[in-house]
């Protein structure tokens, strides 16, 4: 499998007042093409900022962070947008969907940064929003959606632009073990059909049985770093 | 990033509405800015140009041809020639609209009451009535029907003070060009309303009888015209002073210093009143829109996060800041079109009239507001709302995004 995402000795340091508080502690950690991880952790152990500093949200201390073999540390901010444009789509704990928009508009919005055609556009929009099961919502304002179906508007607005790589901070954290449940069987369903590499911060005891590789993380370190069986994948 | 407008656009609108007390209040403020900036420029523009109007659509015209010396001594000793062929075709030229000559010397008027000293101006009332307002101004009586006319028409404050009437005869007595006492006896014709002092100060008689009676033949004290477009006036002034070396030739400034200085100082107050607007209205709008940003440093995280480049962050505030102003520059701009619009004949001042006469106002003020300068006003207000909302913007762009989604 070849590698997508690679960390190295990759270190974030945040100042509160005059103390230094570490939050990654020299990361290594490839991530191959595919590759459907979890992350998992106590609060505070440096999942999110792992994933922020991977897609490009925030800047590493010290070490470096490659993406398809190139180097993001020199990247500027335009150049970092660009990045997660067209390889990266996030699923956040909070859903954060533009509330002005439809669940249509807001999986058509990455489309239409993209510089996409207003038909491909439209039908992709429609197309991954079937796919994750709300057609017929697709005219819905984020207000008027469940969480579950708010997250997965989030989902298909991650997979719409058909990223290389999904990074997913606790994405079932708001929903209910109906909607967790279907959300996961989704993501991993996109895995497949699709090639995308997942990589899933979670506490969700559930989401880390369904992965194929389970990280663990304690104090900005990485403690665990396991693949699963092919039997409980 | 242009090609992004067809998002931003419709995107900007609807987060507008999010808060439609706080967007309606801003429209609300931006919308009264505008309108009392509009009203207070079309109101100001009227006080000045009123003043101005008054002055000159009365004698002084847009500017004048004397003798050398005449200014400081308007006696009959200071006369000059009747325009020769040069000096006329200059006068004639297309850019002058029309001009005219006057006899306007020192005088006593007498009526079997009372003496008073006067200026006996005698005029051509044909040219003078493309010249002059004052022919309209004739309230009582009639206006002198031409230069030969035997008539003399006077202010109405100066016929109640010499308690004479239409009908009645005054005697005329003027310093002649041989140096005697000339004399003459001349029925009163009309009455005109025009103000205090002038309606104390000035008494019109026929050019023609003026000439006789002080023994000037062809001779005139002034030389009055006006021009078709006032940018033009400098270049010809120049021409003229070229025509007629030997004369003094000087634009209205000049001859109505206190006129002109209201005006210069009229536009330097309202620069300076329109730059105070200006800064409280920017003020405001920087502190909304920084409060609207802070609200929204997560979402802005998150449009970074989608793939959103800083630029079009900025673009983005900054078009809801545009539209945002936008709309409120439109409804300032109808509610004071609407506002003056019933004013469009003139604004009268009533109570107020006679301490616009003493300001040299007329009583009825004309508001002014030229599309052009309409659009100047509404422009500087959107662009300066915009300029308040670039810091704002620039904040909103700069915060990294996993800092900004932390918030």
């Given at each position: ?5 690679e960390?190295?000795r ?23 093409r ?5 992350l ?10 792992l ?7 925030d ?33 956040f ?8 928009l439809?669940?249509?508009?807001n999986?058509?919005?990455i489309l239409?940064l ?5 038909a491909?556009?439209l039908?992709r929009?429609?197309?991954?929003l ?5 057609a017929g919502?697709?005219d ?19 997979l ?8 997913a901070?606790?994405?079932?954290a708001n929903?209910?073990s ?13 895995n497949?059909a699709?090639?995308?590499t ?7 005891a ?16 990485i ?9 409980a994948? | ?28 403020v ?10 207070f ?8 140009t009123g ?5 000159l659509r009365f004698?002084?015209g847009?500017g ?11 006696s009959v ?5 009747a325009?020769?062929?040069a000096l ?5 030229a297309?850019?002058i ?13 007498q ?21 002059s ?19 003399v ?8 003070r010499?308690k004479t ?5 005054v ?18 014709v009309?009455?005109y ?20 009676m ?17 940018r033009?006036?400098d ?5 003229l ?26 536009r ?5 009143w ?13 502190n ?5 940003v802070?609200?929204r440093?997560?979402?802005f995280?998150l ?24 709309v409120?520059v ?39 507001l030229n ?8 422009v ?5 709302a ?8 620039l904040n ?12």
């Open positions: 499998m070849t590698a997508i995402i960390c190295r990759v270190e974030r340091t945040y100042t509160q007042g005059a103390v230094a508080v570490p939050a990654l502690r020299g990361i290594d950690l490839t991530i191959g595919g590759d459907f991880a979890t998992a952790g106590p609060s505070g152990s440096g999942k999110t900022t994933l922020s500093v991977i897609g490009g949200l800047r590493p201390t010290a070490g470096e962070i490659l993406i398809e073999g190139a180097s993001i540390a020199a990247m500027d901010g335009a150049q970092l947008a660009e990045l997660r444009l067209r390889k990266i789509g996030f699923v704990q909070s859903y954060s969907l533009i509330p002005v439809s669940a249509l508009e999986v058509e919005f239409r993209l510089g996409l055609p207003r491909v556009r039908a929009a429609r197309e991954t079937h796919e994750v099961g709300l919502l697709e819905r304002r984020p207000a008027r959606l469940s969480g579950g179906q708010q997250q997965r508007v989030a989902v298909a607005r991650a719409a632009p058909r990223p290389a790589i999904v990074l901070d606790e994405p079932t929903l209910d109906g909607n967790a449940g279907e959300l996961i069987a989704l993501m991993q369903q996109l497949a699709s090639g995308t997942f990589l899933i911060a979670t506490h969700d559930r989401v880390i049985a369904r992965s194929r590789r389970h990280i663990e993380m304690t104090d900005g370190r403690t665990l770093d396991e693949r699963a069986s092919p039997q994948a | 990033m242009i090609r992004l407008l067809p998002l931003l656009v419709p995107l900007g609108w609807r987060n507008l509405w999010r808060n439609p007390r706080r967007t309606l209040i801003t429209l609300v931006v919308a009264v800015g505008t309108w009392s900036v509009l009203i420029v079309a109101l100001f523009n009227a006080l000045t003043s101005r109007d008054t002055t004698l002084t847009h004048q041809l004397h003798a050398p010396g005449y200014l400081d001594d308007p000793s200071h006369s000059m020639q325009p020769g062929p006329r075709r200059a006068l004639d297309p850019q609209a029309a001009w005219t000559g006057r006899v306007r010397v020192p005088a006593i008027i009526s079997e009451y009372r003496t008073r000293s006067v200026t006996l101006v005698g005029v051509d009332p044909q040219k003078e009535r493309t010249l307002d004052l022919p309209k101004e004739v309230i009582a009586g009639r206006y002198l029907a031409g230069a030969g006319d035997p008539g028409v006077m202010g109405r404050d100066l016929a109640e010499l009437r239409i009908g009645k005869r005697i005329v007595l003027a310093q002649a060009a041989d140096g005697h006492l000339a004399e003459s006896g001349l029925p009163l009309g009455l309303a025009a103000g205090k002092p002038a309606e104390d100060e000035f008494l019109f008689v026929g050019l023609d009888g003026a000439q006789s002080l023994g000037l033949g062809e001779r005139l004290s002034e030389i009055s015209f006006a021009v078709r477009d006032e033009s006036l270049t010809l002034v120049a021409e002073r070229r025509a007629a070396p030997g004369l003094d030739v000087q634009p209205w400034m000049e001859l109505a210093p206190l006129v002109y200085t209201i005006e210069t100082f009229g330097y107050y309202t620069a300076v329109l730059l105070i607007m200006f800064t409280l209205m920017a003020i405001g709008l920087v909304t829109q920084l409060m609207a802070f609200e440093q997560r979402e995280g449009l970074q996060a989608l793939g959103m480049r800083p630029r079009a962050i900025v673009l983005q505030v900054l078009l809801e800041s545009a539209l945002l102003v936008g409120g439109l409804g300032g701009a109808a509610l004071a079109v609407a506002t003056l619009a019933p004013f469009h004949h003139g604004l009268d001042l009533g109570l107020l009239a006679a301490g616009a006469e003493m300001m040299g106002e007329s009583r009825i003020l004309h508001p002014q599309a052009l300068e309409g659009l100047l006003y509404g500087i207000i959107w662009l300066l915009v300029g308040a909302a670039l810091w704002p913007a909103a762009a700069s915060a990294r995004p996993a800092a900004a989604m932390s918030r």
